[in-house]
């Protein structure tokens, strides 16, 4: 009779956690694994449970990805095994393994393919990993955080072509299709472009410029937020004013820790209820709809943004509402601060993303909707374009898209 198990990986940044099997365990001692055991009922739950025991990460550290359908492996030692794969975003690294495993490393999922590893470690994977359509559909997360899953996707693919004798061609079209994938969001097309302009014309180049891109990436989200939090710091900020999902906003705020954080609901949506429960525990928290967002303002010292790209011209595009909020913030004499990485400046002006009008209105009545998902908002109600290298000023900005046109004449 089959028996049910759970594979769950964990991943920080663009690494996966793997595991040394050690001689006490039953099964495949000595091999690598992700976080594995029987599955006993619920096989989320028992997912949840062996990354508790064998990694000491509780379900506040850890965020459901992807669960990927079930399926058997035949092991002539073993009998066959159902395996239910998982994968988890972990606000840590450092685990705390239990007895099970011999040792653990922090590793790029194509390592993998390159190791001794449990019976289909890279099936597991391969069935929770990213892809060009998950990149493209994920209206979740911000831009910094699916650029690292755009060079895990152009990582992965480039490995597997390596492996299987592909060539640049077959690598160059995953790349095209990761640079449309977000046609507003500048970051993902830079650090795709990058890495393709950075890498040779082979497949296993491209793994390679991947790998390197993504750990430069981000490092230097990690500096920019720092960087926004000491340009906050510096202004006296006690409360901020924030709206939609920023991995650079949320970094900057927890390193803040200002004494109290307005999140603007920020329809269409509505991520920014999301953003006030994750601060909750940190700061003191107020979660206001976006028709309070001029009194919201008022009531702060500073409004801190994220962006989707700066223009060559030092529009910023966010989410919608963000230029209201910058307009009640020079209204009432607090700055605009927009906290990104350097790699967000874009090459020229993008599309800004528009909305699903039937969101808005599904009558039948003769009228023209306007839903918007994302805005420009004009340079001059900016205050401070934070980055990893510290305030962009007109001539920086220009400067970054010119070199960010020389990466996408890869094509």
Request: with cysteine; hydrophobic share 45%.
């Amino acid at each position: 009779m089959p028996t049910d198990v759970v594979t769950a990986f964990v991943r920080h940044g663009t690494d996966v956690l793997l595991l040394r099997r050690s001689e006490s365990v039953g099964s495949y001692p000595g091999r690598w694994g992700g976080v594995a055991g029987h599955a006993e009922g619920d096989p989320e739950a028992q997912a949840r449970t062996e990354l508790r025991e064998e990694t000491g990460f509780g379900d506040a550290d850890v965020e459901l990805v992807r669960r990927g359908a079930p399926f058997e492996v035949d092991d002539p030692d073993h009998g066959t095994w159902v395996v239910h794969p998982f994968l988890f975003d972990c606000r840590r690294r450092d685990a705390a393994t239990n007895w099970e495993a011999a040792a653990h490393e922090w590793v790029p999922p194509t390592e993998i393919r390159r190791r001794d590893t449990v019976p289909d470690l890279w099936r597991s994977y391969d069935a929770v990993r990213p892809t060009v359509d998950s990149v493209a559909g994920d209206d979740e997360h911000g831009s910094a955080y699916l650029s690292l899953r755009a060079l895990d996707v152009l990582r992965d693919e480039a490995a597997v072509a390596a492996d299987e004798g592909g060539d640049w061609e077959r690598v160059a079209a995953v790349a095209c299709d990761l640079a449309a994938a977000k046609p507003g969001m500048a970051v993902v097309r830079n650090r795709v472009n990058r890495a393709m302009a950075a890498a040779d014309r082979t497949p296993s180049g491209v793994e390679a410029a991947a790998r390197e891109v993504a750990g430069e990436a981000a490092d230097a989200d990690d500096r920019a937020a720092a960087s926004a939090a000491d340009d906050l710091r510096s202004r006296g900020v006690a409360a901020v004013f924030t709206l939609s999902r920023s991995g650079t906003v949320d970094a900057a705020l927890r390193e803040l820790a200002p004494g109290r954080v307005v999140v603007a609901e920020s329809r269409p949506g509505g991520e920014g209820v999301g953003v006030a429960e994750a601060l909750a525990g940190d700061c003191d928290v107020t979660l206001t709809g976006d028709a309070n967002v001029p009194a919201a303002v008022a009531a702060a010292d500073a409004v801190l943004v994220g962006a989707d790209a700066v223009f060559p011209d030092g529009d910023v595009v966010n989410k919608v509402g963000t230029r209201a909020a910058a307009l009640a913030a020079r209204d009432a004499g607090v700055p605009t601060v927009v906290a990104c990485a350097a790699d967000k400046v874009a090459p020229e002006r993008l599309p800004v993303e528009d909305g699903d009008a039937d969101a808005l209105y599904e009558g039948d009545a003769p009228l023209d909707v306007e839903n918007p998902v994302f805005e420009a908002v004009p340079g001059r109600l900016v205050d401070a374009v934070v980055t990893e290298a510290g305030v962009l000023d007109a001539e920086a900005v220009g400067a970054l898209a010119a070199e960010r046109r020389e990466w996408a004449a890869w094509e």
